[in-house]
């Protein structure tokens, strides 16, 4: 039997109380996990390098045409930029399968946190997305005698608040948890969780968007990407092959994997890269796709010398298999492939304006005259960043 998100086996249906089957002309499917389908996935992101804000019915309307590469079982977006008003708390985006499950995680949040604001997370009626679970949203800040006691940094320890919440409260989840930023999603098509979420209201400089189609996980409203930790998020298309080794290599740094997800592995290591190893995004990129050593030999001496370091020190945060990813962080985006470029992605641009999808229709859709339309190479990062200051 699953032990379920929080490894206590305390929900049923297996993995979680959020795990919901889905209704198909009338009949149930059978829950995501006890059947195998063929991988797809869709994934979509635009970025303003100007930080120009976008409503997020542009990226909702993006995904439309790729509906067939996602069967119903997850959704979800990410906006940057959309909380201004509260641009210097963190903004953590919550489920609860009960109410006392919310009162007693609330206690919890008052230990550490001074909570500025508190409320439900709009939402409205749409057919396609049932069974939701409490969909709330608090802004917080750390409280400085909390966070002097851990001896931390402001960033680590709201990052502990989240990882200890997911795997010690059952029944809550924090599925967003960034400044400025926020996380939507749930079971059912992009689409739907869109109108849902009512996407249309917020505004931000920059969206990503994933519609799944997953293999060997199942279907339930945490498990929908993006997978968030603090500003950085992660959509996917794909499936790695070295999970286990990714798993157990950041599991030894305080990180828990208890979503049986690719996705989720993939944030916590470039968590780890970026903010515990102070790397850039490109060191990061090279170290989870890094060029194969027939490819470094032909490279000059420094260049060499650098990649040859990343890939000695970091073997076991090489991510294999066929993937495509878009990684969300705070003024930028980040768009890359396997080595091999298993997944489709594309690239276009339109004067400030930068679109990544699995497919140019959905760019097309976004920017009807996008141009210079390209297919990154394999394991060839694009990062795209705001003009500084602009947001």
């Known amino acids: 039997m699953n032990k379920g998100v929080h490894g206590k086996g305390s929900f049923a249906p297996p993995v979680n109380a959020f795990l919901f089957l889905i209704r198909k002309g009338g009949q149930f499917m059978k829950p995501e996990g006890q059947i195998r389908i063929p991988s797809g996935c869709a994934i979509a992101a635009v970025i303003s390098k100007e930080g120009r804000r976008m409503s997020g019915e542009g990226i909702l309307n993006a995904m439309k045409p790729m509906h067939d590469r996602s069967n119903g079982l997850g959704g979800g977006f990410a906006g940057y930029g959309i909380y201004p008003q509260y641009r210097d708390f963190y903004a953590l985006h919550m489920f609860f399968d009960r109410r006392e499950t919310r009162k007693s995680c609330e206690v919890f949040?008052?230990?550490?946190?001074?909570?500025?604001?508190?409320?439900?997370?709009?939402?409205?009626?749409?057919?396609?997305?049932?069974?939701?679970?409490?969909?709330w949203r608090y802004f917080v800040t750390p409280l400085r005698s909390a966070k002097n006691a851990m001896q931390v940094d402001e960033r680590e320890f709201v990052s502990r608040a989240v990882m200890k919440i997911n795997n010690e409260i059952p029944g809550a989840f924090v599925f967003s948890s960034g400044k400025n930023m926020g996380a939507f999603k749930a079971v059912g098509f992009p689409e739907d969780v869109g109108e849902f979420y009512r996407l249309e209201e917020y505004e931000g400089y920059s969206w990503t968007a994933h519609g799944r189609y997953p293999t060997n996980t199942p279907g339930w409203w945490g498990g929908a990407h993006p997978f968030t930790l603090l500003d950085y998020s992660v959509v996917h298309n794909g499936e790695i092959s070295s999970y286990d080794a990714n798993r157990r290599f950041i599991e030894m740094f305080g990180y828990k994997c208890s979503l049986q997800t690719d996705t989720e592995v993939i944030t916590y290591i470039l968590d780890y890269l970026l903010r515990r190893q102070g790397m850039t995004i490109e060191e990061a990129a090279s170290v989870i796709a890094a060029p194969f050593w027939s490819t470094i030999e032909k490279l000059p001496a420094e260049e060499q010398k650098r990649l040859a370091y990343l890939r000695?020190?970091?073997?076991?945060?090489?991510?294999?298999?066929?993937?495509?990813?878009?990684?969300?962080?705070?003024?930028?985006?980040?768009?890359?492939?396997?080595?091999?470029?298993?997944?489709?992605?594309?690239?276009?641009?339109?004067?400030?304006?930068?679109?990544?999808?699995?497919?140019?229709?959905?760019?097309?859709?976004?920017?009807?005259?996008?141009?210079?339309?390209?297919?990154?190479?394999?394991?060839e990062p694009v990062i795209i960043r705001v003009k500084e200051g602009a947001f």
């Open 109 to 135: 949040l008052k230990e550490r946190f001074e909570i500025v604001q508190s409320e439900i997370i709009p939402t409205r009626k749409t057919p396609a997305i049932t069974d939701e679970p409490i969909i």
């Open 312 to 379: 000695t020190v970091f073997p076991s945060l090489l991510i294999t298999g066929p993937f495509s990813i878009v990684f969300g962080f705070e003024g930028g985006l980040m768009a890359l492939n396997d080595r091999l470029k298993l997944r489709s992605m594309v690239v276009g641009q339109k004067d400030d304006k930068v679109m990544i999808a699995s497919e140019e229709a959905a760019i097309r859709v976004m920017e009807p005259d996008a141009e210079r339309i390209s297919a990154p190479a394999g394991g």
